[in-house]
């Protein structure tokens, strides 16, 4: 990167490189967006993506977790019955996980390798992923908090809940990832099982 280049300048085009990584992410997929196509639109040579961005993998991540925002409070209605609470459950993780769901098993991999390499040498990178996983948490606690006032699950730790049905989303995540026969579809369907399994007994 060149030395005439300071700064802030560098910061404008990271965040030029962010925004229309983004952009065509969420138009084009993972797979159909080419780094050529995101340099074209930052208005940048391809070379140069790579002096801020390790790889396609790494921009994906890191331009999804800039423009993710994390509420449960959008599920919370006065229409919901104890039918729907694993339904309203597996929505809101689908949304916190949507970074990770939308890639190729393939890609996903090469994600779980990066956040090794982040851990070690961009921990600034690597303690906002961790700080989403915990806001995550957070929010899916305050979720079935909200849930006990409403009288649809009895007493339960938000807290424990959370980060059980978080431990089961990650085995999950894992064994899909590395299982090369099992797919999306069966992943959800366990995924659903471990809910229930978790939250069935504290509704009301």
Not at 39 to 66: C, R
Not at 168 to 181: G, Q, S
């Given at each position: 990167?060149?030395?005439?280049?300071?700064?802030?300048?560098?910061?404008?085009?990271?965040?030029?490189?962010?925004?229309?990584?983004?952009?065509?992410?969420?138009?084009?997929?993972?797979?159909d967006?080419?780094?050529?196509?995101?340099?074209?639109?930052?208005?940048?040579?391809?070379?140069?993506?790579?002096?801020?961005?390790?790889?396609?993998?790494?921009?994906?991540?890191?331009?999804?977790?800039?423009?993710?925002?994390?509420?449960?409070?959008?599920?919370?209605?006065?229409?919901?019955?104890?039918?729907?609470?694993?339904?309203?459950?597996?929505?809101?993780?689908?949304?916190?996980?949507?970074?990770?769901?939308?890639?190729?098993?393939?890609?996903?991999?090469?994600?779980?390798?990066?956040?090794?390499?982040?851990?070690?040498?961009?921990?600034?990178?690597?303690?906002?992923?961790?700080?989403?996983?915990?806001?995550?948490?957070e929010?899916?606690?305050?979720?079935?908090?909200?849930?006990?006032?409403?009288?649809?699950?009895?007493?339960?730790?938000?807290?424990?809940?959370?980060?059980?049905?978080?431990?089961?989303?990650?085995?999950?995540?894992?064994?899909y990832?590395?299982?090369?026969?099992?797919?999306?579809?069966?992943?959800?369907?366990?995924?659903?099982?471990?809910?229930?399994?978790?939250?069935?007994?504290?509704?009301?």
């Amino acid at each position: 990167m060149s030395a005439r280049i300071n700064k802030e300048e560098q910061e404008k085009v990271r965040k030029e490189i962010l925004e229309s990584a983004y952009t065509l992410f969420t138009e084009k997929g993972y797979e159909d967006t080419k780094t050529k196509d995101i340099s074209e639109q930052a208005g940048i040579a391809e070379g140069t993506l790579f002096n801020y961005f390790s790889s396609k993998a790494n921009l994906y991540m890191e331009a999804m977790l800039e423009n993710m925002v994390l509420s449960g409070d959008e599920l919370i209605s006065e229409e919901i019955t104890c039918e729907n609470i694993i339904d309203m459950i597996l929505e809101y993780i689908t949304k916190s996980f949507k970074i990770v769901f939308k890639l190729p098993k393939t890609v996903i991999k090469e994600v779980l390798h990066l956040s090794t390499y982040l851990s070690k040498k961009k921990r600034k990178v690597f303690n906002k992923f961790a700080e989403t996983d915990f806001k995550a948490m957070e929010e899916l606690g305050g979720l079935i908090n909200q849930l006990q006032g409403k009288g649809l699950l009895k007493e339960i730790d938000p807290d424990t809940a959370a980060s059980t049905v978080f431990a089961a989303v990650f085995f999950e995540l894992l064994l899909y990832t590395y299982e090369d026969h099992y797919n999306k579809d069966e992943m959800m369907a366990s995924l659903r099982k471990k809910v229930e399994l978790i939250i069935t007994p504290y509704i009301s």
